[in-house]
């Protein structure tokens, strides 16, 4: 059994925008980042170290497991202070800096580390003078960055995070053009299977893909790697292992889970059709609704209006009723003041008249 060692991850993940990997995020782009730091840490064994573009710190912490010491720069301040509460560790220390103007004395670590970081900024060169400053003698410099011939294909869209990508020739010229030996190796993350000797050999390795449902390809060495690793030094660096990441080997796995999201999808699918019809019947019982609170609005509104008709008509009786009281009480008092008066001249004047016809005098 091999050596057994903590896998570092950030408990409080940044949320992942495509700059910078973060554990908020799995899959390719994180078993490629995984690998190369991985790489890297059979390296640097009782070192000094400093990783440039240190992001959220796991790789850091992955190489403070067997450095002596490492200092992370990473440009974002809020990147660097979630690092620090993320990763602390007694030999680790997590610093906000330029990538062209490191922090960092003369001649300080025996090993810079940085992955997809120089393809980030223009000045590259003054990126490099950086590194070969803060390098010991013989240090040496641990670097990646993504094949611009292989990564981005004419026609294929732009990494909006990239300014000035490097072809593999240009990459390595640029690397020799600043240290005296450079080693490569080429990165591709694949599913497939490993076929290694128990020896080691000098021999390249053969290489087998399947291209399509109907051909394979038998080539010598990693076709169309995307991704270019390598170890730059004054001393030349001794030959680089052939290195697997193994993120599992249950691929079987990926058909059962397929699966299982078929059934779930096709369920799913069934809930919602049945969603929908009773959505639908919901709309059609809500329409008839609004149809009847329309009509009984409508009813309700016609029987105000009739209301309104009768209660007018009843004022209109009430006030007409009043007039001929008013005109029946003056009337009345009419008929009595002309009945006072008949009474008067009945009591008075009739005596008289009777006397009068019948010859007497007054």
């Not at 001794?238 to 889970?257: C, F, K, M, N, Q």
Request: charged share 25%; proline share 6%.
């Amino acid at each position: 059994m091999g050596e057994i060692f903590r896998r570092e991850a950030a408990e409080r993940p940044e949320p992942f925008t495509g700059e910078r990997l973060t554990t908020a995020i799995g899959g390719q782009v994180q078993i490629e980042h995984y690998h190369r730091y991985l790489f890297a840490r059979s390296l640097v064994s009782g070192r000094d170290v400093l990783d440039v573009a240190s992001g959220e710190g796991y790789g850091s912490a992955l190489l403070a497991q067997v450095a002596r010491s490492v200092v992370g720069v990473e440009f974002s301040g809020p990147t660097v202070r979630g690092a620090i509460d993320n990763f602390p560790r007694s030999n680790l220390r997590f610093l906000q800096a330029d990538a062209r103007a490191l922090p960092l004395a003369d001649h300080s670590v025996d090993a810079v580390v940085s992955f997809e970081t120089i393809e980030h900024f223009d000045g590259q060169e003054r990126f490099l003078h950086e590194v070969r400053r803060v390098l010991r003698p013989e240090g040496m410099f641990i670097v990646s960055t993504p094949d611009r011939d292989v990564y981005s294909p004419a026609g294929s869209a732009a990494n909006p995070f990239h300014v000035h990508e490097l072809s593999r020739l240009e990459f390595v010229a640029l690397l020799r053009g600043t240290f005296g030996h450079v080693r490569l190796a080429q990165q591709r993350v694949m599913i497939g299977s490993a076929l290694l000797g128990e020896t080691g050999s000098a021999a390249p390795p053969l290489v087998f893909e399947r291209r399509g449902q109907t051909h394979f390809e038998a080539c010598i060495g990693l076709p169309r790697a995307p991704y270019v690793v390598a170890v730059a030094s004054d001393r030349e660096p001794p030959p680089l292992p052939p290195s697997l990441y193994v993120d599992r080997g249950d691929i079987e796995t990926d058909h059962a889970r397929a699966q299982d999201l078929a059934g779930r999808l096709e369920r799913a699918q069934a809930e919602h059709a049945q969603t929908q019809a009773q959505h639908a019947q919901a709309q059609a019982e809500l329409s008839q609704l609004r149809a009847e609170l329309i009509g009984a609005a409508d009813s309700i509104q016609t029987t105000a209006r009739r209301a309104d008709l009768a209660e007018q008509a009843h004022r209109e009786a009430e006030d007409r009723c009043e007039a001929l009281r008013r005109v029946y009480e003056g009337e009345r008092r009419q008929f009595d003041q002309v009945q006072g008066s008949l009474r008067t001249f009945m009591r008075g004047y009739l005596p008289r008249l009777r006397r009068h016809l019948r010859g007497q005098r007054p």
